[in-house]
């Protein structure tokens, strides 16, 4: 019998299957992926050590399309802004693999030096070393929610009865159609963290602030 002339699995080939997989179920298991595939599951061994290694691999093809090096030797809120945006478009191709990504830990090396320039980066700008990751996670937060707000239905609040609440029936006539929602409220949204975040570099956090904690729950 003669040899396919390309091969049947390579590299590329399972992690785009893995997150088509991921987009439509939310999860990834390795003999789905090799169903998937048309492939024993022990043929995926041949390629990859198994299913952390895929999901680090997943993790590399969304990470490569969020940004150049040279996106960290802006401004830093210029970088948390293009930063914000890249992630969100990749993150809103693939939504299904938020959940599994935000919960998978960042073991990677290309990872680490992601956040080792996102950190030099506000550190330089003057953010308080133990305040920096912070700034980052709460960024990530915002962003991942962000996501799928992207792909959600065009209508989250619906059946909403005008006599009895008139002010939310007219907020949402005032919303922009389409993907414009989703883009209005994430720019309003990284707005406000950008604001907040020079607070935290002026030290102009209000009363009852505390180092660390913006707003302190002490009485």
């Known amino acids: 019998m003669a040899r396919p002339r390309t091969p049947l699995l390579d590299r590329q080939r399972i992690v785009q299957t893995a997150l088509r997989l991921v987009d439509e179920a939310g999860d990834?298991?390795?003999?789905?992926?090799?169903?998937?595939l048309k492939v024993s599951p022990s043929a995926l061994y041949h390629h990859v050590t198994g299913r952390a290694e895929i999901v680090a691999l997943m993790r590399a093809e969304l990470v490569r399309v969020?940004?150049?090096r040279s996106l960290w030797d802006?401004?830093?809120?210029d970088a948390l802004r293009g930063w914000a945006r890249a992630y969100r478009e990749a993150f809103a191709a693939h939504p299904g693999i938020i959940r599994l990504l935000a919960t998978a830990p960042l073991a990677e090396?290309?990872?680490?030096?992601?956040?080792e320039r996102a950190v030099v980066t506000l550190e330089a700008a003057g953010f308080a070393r133990e305040e920096v990751m912070g700034v980052i996670t709460a960024l990530e937060s915002f962003i991942l929610g962000s996501a799928l707000d992207l792909v959600a239905p065009a209508v989250m609040v619906d059946a909403v009865d005008r006599a009895a609440t008139p002010r939310l029936a007219d907020a949402l006539a005032a919303v922009p159609a389409g993907r414009?929602?989703?883009?209005q409220a994430f720019e309003v949204g990284l707005a406000a963290l950008i604001a907040g975040y020079r607070v935290?570099?002026?030290g102009d956090r209000g009363p009852g602030a505390v180092a660390g904690h913006p707003i302190s729950d002490q009485a």
């Open 66 to 68: 969020i940004g150049e």
């Open 74 to 77: 802006r401004p830093w809120d």
């Open 109 to 115: 090396p290309f990872m680490h030096e992601v956040y």
């Open 180 to 183: 414009h929602r989703a883009d």
């Open 28 to 36: 990834l298991t390795m003999p789905a992926l090799a169903g998937a």
């Open 200 to 202: 935290l570099l002026t």
